[in-house]
């Protein structure tokens, strides 16, 4: 049974955490060297100029990636397991912008220690460039006695 009121370690529905990253060039050759993703829009500007965005934009899931940041160091922070993750790619995520991401719980399954999270990236004209739904499983206390910090 669902119990919004509930809560789990002190984490309660509207709760909400919040990190800001610049995109640089380097996060997005990183990303791709990571990955393996060497799609020339990200990487290569001549090639850029003739696509739809004019200029180098980052991986998506390099963005994507700032939600698991969040969701892993500070709401609900470590020991957090995803269970699943939607993402709505809304503009591109272009070198130098700065992504605010936010984290905020929505919905609470306190028996099983299972949060569901919208989750949210805008860039720095406040444009949503994400967003979606994370479902998370978070540690029993027991199981992680460390205490969570921020990074």
């Keep these: ?10 984490i309660k529905v509207g709760d909400e955490a919040v990190y800001d990253m610049e995109i640089t060039k380097e996060a997005v050759q990183t990303f791709a060297d990571v990955t393996g993703d ?3 829009v990200h990487l290569d500007e001549e090639y850029a100029k003739d696509t739809m965005f004019k200029k180098c ?3 998506g899931m390099l963005s994507a990636g700032l939600i698991s940041k969040v969701i ?3 709401l609900p922070g470590y020991g957090t397991i995803y269970l699943g993750q939607t993402l ?10 700065t992504i605010t991401t936010v984290v905020t719980v929505q919905k609470m399954k306190p028996e099983k220690n299972i949060l569901t999270l919208d989750t949210v990236c805008k860039n720095q ?14 540690p029993d206390p027991i199981e992680n006695p460390k205490k969570q910090h921020k990074d």
């Design 38 to 40: 060497h799609n020339p």
């Design 72 to 74: 892993g160091t500070q």
């Design 57 to 59: 934009i980052a991986h």
């Design 1 to 10: 049974m669902e119990n919004e009121n509930a809560e789990i370690r002190g």
């Design 88 to 97: 709505n790619f809304k503009r591109p995520v272009y070198i130098g912008d």
């Design 125 to 138: 004209d406040g444009k949503v460039v994400i967003d979606g739904e994370a479902t998370v499983m978070i």
